[in-house]
């Protein structure tokens, strides 16, 4: 039996046949698709440049870097100063320092002394007061001591009390009127307006009061304490003083002179030692160093010198001597010699050097600044590194200035 299919003509054959599942379709070549625009691309180099030019505006800069013109002054002259005042001013300083050394007595010694030591008598009366000899000074304890000749107390107010300075002594002998610092009433006064009017201080320790046998130290002994006690002290009184030099001062080698007091021992009955005691006193002139560099340098000869700011870097070559002493605290000038060589450094100001460079090329700032006696080398630096030119603000200059 024929199927249908035979009998259907081949050109209808094709329309009645069904699609096979294998039909290739046609296929898409991508490469002949139309490119798109790189807008992802162009964005990121723009991001790039943008950042890569904000980074060199930040860290851009227009710096000059100085070196301080120093100069070598050998110096050998008078010189005269003012107490803070003048071309040349100074200023004194003062410290003070007790030190102790405890030293086994050698042997014993019969004693019967009185105490003694200094008190600043006070007067808020708008009259001098007088004061007799053996005037009474009480402590709070009620140990009476006494002056031994008259006193005189300028008048003053409660605000700025009149004052002088006395010795006292101790009206009995004996270790207990060895007494630290204190406040005295005068008991003639008692019961009158003087009471609290006229009345006495000491700062310091009564010495001196001993009775009975007490410890004594052999001379060597007592020397060799006296020698490590006046080195201890000479150390400590610079110490002091240095600390007490205010900021652009200079102490000058040979500016200070240095006294010693032995003090009255004091010695234990008890312990059987000595108390060796050395009182130091140091004084010295300081000054401004500024005042004293331009000094030195306008007395030396073939430095080229024009008055420019000037500092010492170092003071430890120079030697300064005081013919007629140190000053006295009222003083208001004083002569002295000054020998030695020493540095001096022109002061650099970083404003006026960037306002010298300020609008200039670099070759027109390192011209201009060879005009500037204080600056020894300089060094121009500009980023980015193709800036060439210094910004017209000075503001906008870094000067930095190197330690000699």
């Known amino acids: 039996m024929n199927k249908l299919d035979d009998i259907i003509p081949p050109s209808r ?3 009645t046949e069904p699609l096979s ?3 290739i379709r046609p296929t898409l070549n991508l490469s002949e698709r139309p490119p798109k625009f790189p807008y992802a691309t162009l964005v990121g180099i723009a991001v790039v440049v943008a950042v890569s030019i904000g980074v060199l505006f930040y860290f851009s800069s227009a710096k000059v870097d100085v070196t301080p013109n120093t100069v070598s002054a050998a ?9 803070s005042a003048g071309v040349l001013p100074y200023e004194i300083l003062m410290a003070q320092k007790i030190a102790s050394q405890s030293v086994k007595g050698s042997g014993t010694k019969m004693v019967n002394s009185s105490a003694s030591g200094t008190i600043t008598i006070y007067n808020t009366q708008s009259k001098v007061q007088k004061l007799i000899t053996n005037t009474r000074f009480a402590t709070s304890a009620g140990l009476i001591f006494r002056v031994h000749s008259a006193v005189t107390i300028p008048a003053g107010s409660t605000a700025k009390p009149g004052s002088v300075t006395a010795t006292v002594y101790a009206d009995k002998p004996g270790d207990s009127y060895n007494v630290g610092p204190s406040s005295f009433t005068i008991p003639g006064f ?9 009345y006495a201080r000491s700062t310091t320790t009564m010495t001196g009061g001993a ?5 004594v130290v052999d001379a060597t002994a007592g020397a060799e304490a006296k020698s490590a006690l006046v080195k201890a002290l000479a150390t400590d009184l610079m110490a002091s003083i240095e600390t007490q030099i205010p ?3 200079v102490l000058v080698p040979g500016a200070a002179v240095t006294t010693y007091e032995e003090l009255t021992p004091v010695p234990s009955a008890t312990t059987g030692m000595v ?5 130091g006193t140091i004084t010295a002139v300081v000054f401004p160093n500024g005042a004293l560099a331009k000094t030195i340098a306008q007395s030396v000869g073939g430095l080229g010198y024009q008055g420019e700011p000037v500092n010492l870097s170092s003071v430890s070559s120079l030697k300064l001597s005081m013919p007629a002493g140190m000053p006295a605290v009222d003083a208001t000038s004083f002569t002295f010699t000054l020998s030695g060589t020493t540095p001096l450094v022109y002061v650099v100001d970083p404003t006026r050097i960037a306002a010298a460079v300020s609008g200039k090329t670099r070759s027109a700032a390192e011209v201009a600044l060879t005009n500037y006696p204080e600056v020894k080398r300089a060094v121009i630096i500009l980023r980015p590194f193709w800036r060439q030119t210094f910004p017209q603000d000075p503001a906008s200059i870094t000067v930095t200035v190197a330690t000699p």
């Open 13 to 15: 054959r094709r329309e």
């Open 21 to 23: 599942s294998h039909t």
């Open 75 to 83: 110096v050998e002259g008078s010189f005269t100063a003012n107490q």
């Open 190 to 198: 008692a019961g009158t307006p003087q009471a609290s009017q006229v």
């Open 211 to 215: 009775s009975g046998n007490i410890p």
């Open 247 to 249: 900021s652009g001062y």
């Open 275 to 279: 108390d060796i005691k050395e009182q």
